[in-house]
């Protein structure tokens, strides 16, 4: 499993991911989940988006925080969020729109979902989730078990490099 959190010298903007390259439309998913145990610090889930195909990050769909639990493995579904919301790659501008996963569908279903994954961020822990770990396991992508694996996304104001380089990405194991 991967393990998200925020020490308690945590900033104002920082988030921790954990998220899967997918490189596919938005219009292509059709359900997502993931496996998660927490307590007070509360997860999101996460769709990036290169909206005009350039292979950069335009900006994020954020699910809803979900509520403090108990500790125990289980599933947050995007079709049991209350709403999403975009921001932008940052994570400093939150729009004011809260809708469906299918509205933003037919705003963006064009777009490439980059990553789609987990996120803990600054305001989901202040105050009293510093220092408490978000695990994920696994996602379920249009009911396909998928590994979460590490991986590094590209900075929020990334430098065009001329003949970029696939690395690989070892899977994650407990």
């Known amino acids: 499993s991967a393990k998200l959190f925020l020490p308690n010298a945590s900033q104002e903007g920082s988030a921790a991911y954990a998220l899967y390259t997918y490189n596919q439309s938005l219009n292509t998913i ?11 610090a509360l997860p999101r889930l ?8 350039d292979t950069q990050i ?22 049991s969020c209350y709403g999403w919301t975009e921001s932008d790659y940052a994570l400093t501008s939150y729009g004011q729109n809260w809708t ?3 509205s ?8 490439t979902v ?26 379920i992508l249009n009911g396909i078990y998928h590994t979460i694996v590490p991986t590094t996304l590209p900075d929020p104001s990334p430098t065009p490099t001329p003949n970029p380089t696939a690395t690989p990405n070892p899977t994650i194991t407990t």
């Open 30 to 40: 059709n359900s997502l989940s993931f496996y998660v145990a927490y307590t007070k």
């Open 46 to 53: 996460f769709l990036t988006l290169d909206k005009d195909n």
């Open 58 to 79: 335009d900006s994020i769909l954020l699910s809803d925080y979900k509520n403090a639990s108990n500790g125990e493995w289980h599933s947050i579904c995007a079709d």
């Open 100 to 102: 469906s996963l299918n």
């Open 104 to 111: 933003w569908k037919t705003q963006y279903g064009n777009a």
């Open 114 to 139: 980059t990553h789609a994954g987990v996120c803990l961020e600054y305001w989901a822990v202040e105050p009293n989730g510093f220092g408490q770990s978000i695990y994920t396991d696994k996602m």
